[in-house]
C-alpha cells in the first residue's frame, strides 16, 4: 500500500512514537489582556455614542406640527420647540425637493424668556419643495 512502509507500519508513525506536547501556560493572562483591551474599546464607544447623542445639554427637542408648499418658490412650516424658559434656541429648517436635494433653508431664533412654543415659519425656495423638515434646534 502507499500509506505503509517496508516494515508494516504507517509512513508517518505512531502517536506513541513522538514526545507528549509540552505544557503551555499562560492563557489565563492572554484572556484577562483581551478581556481589558475588549473593555477599553467597549467602553470608548460607549462614551463617543453618549456624547454624540446627549449633546451637552445643547439640544432643544423640536417636532413639526404641520407644513404646506403653497407655490413652487414658497414652504410653509408649523413646528413646536421645546427649551428652558430662560435659554434661546436656534432652530434650521430645511426645504427638500423630490430628490431629496436642499432647496431653501432658514434659521429661526427663538428668544429667552418664551419657554416651549409653537412656531409657524415661511421660507423661500429655489424650487418645488416636497417636504419641510426641522434639521437641528440648539440651545446657544
Known amino acids: ?49 453618549w456624547s454624540m447623542t446627549a449633546g451637552g445639554g445643547s439640544e432643544a427637542p423640536a417636532q413639526v406640527v404641520s407644513f404646506s408648499i403653497d407655490a413652487p418658490g414658497r414652504a410653509e412650516i408649523t413646528f413646536e420647540v421645546y427649551k428652558p424658559d430662560d435659554r434661546v434656541a436656534v432652530c434650521r429648517i430645511r426645504a427638500l425637493d423630490v430628490y431629496h436635494a436642499e432647496v431653501g433653508s432658514k434659521e429661526v431664533r427663538i428668544p429667552a424668556g418664551q419657554g416651549s412654543k409653537q412656531l409657524k415659519e415661511s421660507l423661500d425656495t429655489s424650487g418645488q419643495a416636497t417636504s419641510v423638515h426641522i434639521q437641528y434646534c440648539n440651545l446657544v
Request: charged residues 20%.
Open 1 to 49: 500500500m502507499v500509506t505503509e512502509d517496508v516494515g508494516n507500519g504507517p509512513v508517518l508513525g505512531t502517536p506513541d512514537d513522538f514526545p507528549d506536547r509540552p505544557k503551555r501556560g499562560g492563557r489565563l493572562v492572554v484572556h484577562v489582556v483581551i478581556g481589558v483591551l475588549v473593555a477599553i474599546v467597549a467602553g470608548g464607544w460607549g462614551w463617543v455614542m
